[in-house]
């Protein structure tokens, strides 16, 4: 079975640096990768996702993630963090058959210090 | 824009007590879904549809049933609460397929005493 893992719980960011948040993936295939993005006391948003082709996928708000089959990895990066991208995020994957199913890690917390 | 709701946003229930959690959705989306979220877990599949009159297993469907009555309408029904099943339900729909975008509710949080 698929799975996802995210190796960090939580990390923090000034505001202004730079961020990237790891995403592995098990899978022996090439999946759809998706992640999240949940602020606190709602539900979940989509940021952007990867089908099968350019393996860099641009995102909402400035957020980019690089898919490499080679690494299993789908990682995050977002060149400048504001204070408002404090929330959690989530790496979801789905895969064959029929690609039905999401599933996510565990999530990263995401805060940002003045 | 996309549109999920649900009811109640919280609830509180008693151990062995049924508990109904609905969902609606304006979309005209075929899919439908019901996550549970623990902390330190992330996001984990209860149950999903994609007709209505029919629903189907997700990763961890024990102690659950769901029932999907409309395309708009997707429930999450609780016979015997019990204490582990204290934790925030999402709702989520996506137009065709699983692999495509999702778009959730705001959830509710249950607490089972």
């Known amino acids: 079975a698929q799975s996802v893992t995210q190796p960090d719980a939580r990390v923090t960011v000034s505001e202004g640096a730079s961020l990237q948040l790891r995403c592995k993936y098990s899978y022996f295939g090439t999946p759809y990768l998706f992640w999240y993005v949940q602020y606190p006391r709602q539900g979940l948003q989509l940021l952007l996702k990867y089908y099968p082709g350019d393996p860099v996928v641009q995102g909402v708000n400035g957020f980019e993630a690089e898919f490499s089959k080679s690494n299993s990895s789908f990682h995050l990066r977002k060149a400048s963090v504001h204070w408002s991208d404090w929330a959690v995020y989530f790496c979801a994957v789905s895969i064959d058959p029929g690609y039905n199913k999401l599933t996510f890690g565990k999530g990263t917390v995401l805060l940002v210090s003045p | 824009e996309a549109a999920v709701t649900q009811s109640p946003r919280s609830k509180v229930a008693v151990t062995g007590g049924k508990v109904t959690l609905s969902c609606h959705q304006t979309n005209n989306h075929d899919y439908m879904y019901w996550y549970r979220q623990d902390t330190g877990h992330g996001l984990r599949l209860i149950h999903y549809?994609?007709?209505?009159?029919?629903?189907e297993k997700g990763d961890i469907p024990d102690g659950y049933k769901a029932s999907r009555p409309s395309q708009e309408n997707f429930s999450l029904i609780l016979e015997l609460a019990s204490l582990s099943q204290t934790a925030v339900y999402f709702c989520?729909?996506?137009?065709?397929?699983?692999?495509?975008?999702?778009?959730f509710g705001p959830g509710t949080r249950l607490l089972v005493l």
């Open positions: 989520a729909s996506s137009p065709d397929w699983g692999g495509d975008t999702q778009y």
């Open positions: 549809s994609y007709v209505a009159d029919s629903t």
